[in-house]
């Protein structure tokens, strides 16, 4: 049989259940969730079976806590600023000019032809098509392709079908 988890008395159990009620951040009120029905005793398994989280992250949490105390707690995710841009800005009124004039092969930009510019002016050896779409839209450019025309199209006949169509 598991011994129960022993958490250090930061907070009583009346204190964190207070904080679990009152926790603006759902993620810092679960965590309380948990730490306050330690403190009254339940076993890992039934905190498991209330919470929905997984063991091995509310023994972490645990230990998180009994190392630092409350500021272990919460969601950390808030301060990451995340990675560093692919282009700098410098680099994006490159790319907006580059995307002003036509692709060195003719044709139009696409992804693709984006995704090869970017990796020549960051030195990568390669970036996915899909990134080079994402800068082309976030940009604000477009895929501008005209409908395609059948080869036995009689542009005549369309244009007299357009002139003789009722309107309602």
């Given at each position: 049989m598991r011994k129960h988890i022993t958490i250090k008395p930061f907070l009583s159990s009346a204190e964190l259940k207070v904080r679990y009620l009152k926790a603006k951040d759902t993620v810092e009120a679960r965590q309380y969730h948990m730490l306050w029905l330690l403190s009254k005793g339940k076993l890992v398994p039934e905190v498991v079976d209330v919470t929905g989280y997984c063991p091995d992250w509310i023994?972490?949490?645990v230990r998180r806590y009994n190392?630092?105390?409350e500021k272990a707690l919460g969601d950390k995710r808030h301060n990451n600023k995340g990675g560093k841009p692919l282009l700098t800005d410098n680099q994006k009124l490159e790319l907006i000019k580059a995307l002003?004039?036509?692709p060195s092969d003719g044709g139009l930009w696409n992804g693709v032809k984006v995704a090869y510019w970017i990796a020549k002016k960051t030195g990568?050896?390669?970036i996915y098509p899909q990134r080079g779409w994402k800068?082309?839209?976030d940009l604000g450019f477009s895929l501008k392709v005209p409908r395609p025309t059948h080869k036995k199209a009689n542009k005549k006949a369309q244009d007299n079908f357009k002139k003789n169509l009722k309107r309602r």
């Open positions: 023994r972490e949490l190392r630092c105390g002003q004039e036509r990568r050896n390669f800068y082309l839209i």
